[in-house]
């Protein structure tokens, strides 16, 4: 075990496999039996690096390492030991094959107009073998379309915290350099500075163990040792790509849905159902409360937001990124119009419908699909798909809705009666009391339960 120049000491440290080992022991066990039988030597090292909440471990697909200094810079930056730039930067337009060893990652694409979250990572999860895998294929997605941070991206409070006066008391307190927020996409970078401040910046962290190119010469050789080893990679690459290589199956059954039933629903509408259909997958994220801080300081963020932003009465309800485990029984996954994170979203067709009004056609499109594949007429049977109608339940709220006048969509205060998180105060702050129920997010919002 070594510290990598003049790295400090638990930034970044280089391990044999017979300490990294340790780490992964209770996290992913089949790995480390897999690699205890080749006995790696030393030479095939690890990295174990320690990212700060927010860190952004892969920035429009360049790989990021904190300096002596603790800043981030890319893997080529002369900032960087040529030691450590040698045996990292085999991925080039990615991260090197890593696993996350505690709290969890967000992989995200940032587009123009909107963050989609694509994946949370969780602790034993082994990321980055996709390009690896490839053995010399160039068609691999463009480097810029991904970016990793430690902890989640996608973050956001339910209350309303862009009052002018209190946000400059809250930028005081912490040192923050961040405006108001304008919208919830903003929430995570006033989070990360949270976080940052001087006395708090050692309270939440992560690690991830990166493994050096040495390992991936043997994956391509003639060496039987080493088959294991890249068996495992593939199955898991595999089973995570299942959904994508299929995809163009559910795109034809959605057209087939449409033509039996005579409808051309608009594209913006579209793009929503067949979206939903993905998070009840489990495929991509959508949004839950916050419980603990696997995922961001939490407890941190709110206890800011109480004692120096003030926040009136409300419970300061922080939103994260999860996936849907349909499987699992009192599972429940929220999905906002407010806050699109679809993979596709074409343009909405008419400016002049309302939040409203689209939830309602998004609610009738979804449930002419559930119908049909209800009916088991479609071809479609044994698939995750199929089970869907059955297993997944879809409800409809808005913050705003008039009683009676949309079936099936309901005030979104009827959350309560069914999810109890959002009326629940924070341990040490029971004054807080108020839901935060008639947030934007709450104004076009679909929630899925298993």
């Known amino acids: 075990m070594k510290t990598v120049g003049n790295q400090p000491s638990g930034d970044i440290v280089e391990l044999s496999w017979d300490k990294a080992r340790q780490e992964l022991l209770g996290l992913n066990d089949e790995l480390v039996r897999i690699i205890d039988?080749?006995?790696?030597?030393?030479?095939?090292?690890?990295?174990?690096?320690?990212?700060?909440?927010?860190?952004?471990?892969?920035q429009k697909g360049q790989f990021q390492l904190p300096d002596s200094f603790g800043h981030l810079r890319q893997i080529g930056d002369s900032n960087i030991p040529e030691s450590l730039q040698n045996k990292l930067s085999y991925n080039f337009g990615s991260n090197p094959v890593g696993v996350v060893l505690n709290k969890s990652a967000e992989l995200y694409i940032n587009l123009d107009d909107r963050i989609i979250p694509f994946a949370i990572i969780p602790p034993g999860k082994v990321f980055g073998t996709w390009k690896i895998l490839d053995d010399g294929i160039s068609h691999c997605p463009p480097r810029f379309s991904w970016d990793l941070t430690a902890g989640a991206r996608t973050i956001f409070m339910l209350p309303k915290i862009s009052k002018e006066v209190k946000h400059l008391k809250l930028c005081h307190d912490y040192l923050l350099a961040s405006d108001k927020p304008a919208s919830l996409l903003d929430h995570h970078k006033i989070f990360t500075e949270i976080a940052s401040?001087?006395?708090?910046?050692?309270?939440?962290?992560?690690?991830?163990?990166?493994?050096?190119?040495?390992?991936?010469?043997?994956?391509?050789?003639?060496?039987?040792?080493?088959?294991?080893?890249?068996?495992?990679?593939?199955?898991?690459?595999?089973?995570?790509?299942e959904f994508w290589?299929?995809?163009?199956?559910?795109?034809?059954?959605?057209?087939?849905?449409?033509?039996?039933?005579?409808?051309?629903?608009?594209?913006?509408?579209?793009?929503?159902?067949?979206?939903?259909?993905?998070l009840s997958l489990g495929v991509l994220p959508g949004f839950v409360p916050a419980v603990d801080d696997s995922l961001a300081p939490v407890s941190l963020i709110q206890k800011a937001y109480i004692e120096s932003y003030?926040?009136?009465?409300?419970?300061?309800?922080?939103?994260?990124?999860a996936h849907f485990h349909a499987n699992l029984p009192q599972q429940r996954l929220y999905y906002s119009m407010a806050m699109p994170t679809a993979m596709e979203l074409a343009p909405k067709s008419n400016e002049r419908f309302s939040m409203l009004?689209?939830?309602?056609?998004?609610?009738?499109?979804?449930?002419?699909?559930?119908?049909?594949?209800?009916?088991?007429?479609?071809?479609?049977?044994?698939?995750?798909?199929?089970?869907?109608?059955?297993?997944?339940?879809?409800?409809y709220y808005h913050a705003d809705v008039k009683e009676q006048k949309y079936r099936e969509i309901v005030n979104s205060e009827e959350i309560l009666g069914v999810d109890k998180v959002f009326a629940s105060p924070v341990k040490g702050f029971e004054k807080n009391t108020v839901p935060p129920i008639k947030s934007s997010f709450f104004k076009g919002c679909v929630m899925l339960s298993s």
């Not at 003030?310 to 990124?321: G, N, T």
Request: aromatic residues 16%.
């Open 37 to 58: 039988e080749i006995s790696p030597g030393r030479q095939f090292s690890l990295f174990k690096i320690k990212y700060t909440y927010g860190s952004e471990v892969v």
């Open 197 to 241: 401040y001087p006395e708090l910046k050692d309270v939440w962290s992560m690690d991830f163990l990166f493994f050096s190119g040495k390992w991936f010469e043997k994956i391509h050789s003639n060496d039987r040792r080493w088959d294991k080893f890249k068996q495992y990679l593939l199955s898991s690459s595999w089973k995570a790509t």
């Open 245 to 278: 290589r299929n995809k163009f199956i559910w795109d034809l059954m959605y057209t087939r849905i449409q033509n039996r039933q005579g409808i051309k629903p608009s594209a913006y509408v579209s793009d929503l159902v067949k979206h939903l259909f993905t």
């Open 310 to 321: 003030r926040l009136d009465d409300y419970i300061p309800v922080i939103m994260h990124p």
């Open 357 to 395: 009004e689209y939830l309602f056609h998004t609610k009738s499109l979804l449930n002419k699909y559930l119908n049909e594949i209800h009916a088991g007429e479609l071809g479609i049977g044994a698939t995750p798909m199929c089970d869907i109608p059955s297993r997944v339940k879809f409800d």
